[in-house]
């Protein structure tokens, strides 16, 4: 059974840095997933962040451009989201997905932002 789990999340004062993590358990073929960033805030859909191909490609919402990085360590079955300049509506439930003819979901991490 895959399981993804996050952690990083936290309180940060606006323009401050997080780094995520979401570690894959109960997989031999971490490097060929595809990987992504979601995040949901209260009364709000859940809405995609950034995505990681199993090659490497990358791919963000517009409003996270030139302030998120997402990267990938197939090494360690780890997926990265590092957020910089954040913003107070950045604040959301930040959840790791990944897929390999399977879609799997992690709990979440919370990320709040304080103005």
């Known amino acids: 059974q895959v399981q993804l789990v996050e952690s990083g999340g936290g309180l940060v004062h606006a323009g401050g840095s997080l780094r995520l993590s979401c570690v894959a358990s109960g997989t031999l073929f971490f490097r060929s997933y595809g990987l992504a960033w979601y995040r949901q805030a209260p009364g709000k859909s859940r809405e995609l962040v950034a995505d990681?191909?199993?090659?490497?490609?990358?791919n963000y919402a517009e409003s996270v451009k030139g302030r998120f990085t997402i990267s990938r360590d197939n090494a360690k079955n780890t997926v990265y989201l590092e957020m910089n300049s954040l913003k107070p509506e950045d604040s959301a439930v930040y959840l790791c997905?990944?897929?390999?003819?399977?879609?799997?979901w992690g709990q979440g991490t919370q990320v709040t932002v304080s103005s």
């Open positions: 990681i191909t199993a090659a490497g490609l990358t």
């Open positions: 997905k990944g897929t390999r003819f399977v879609v799997y």
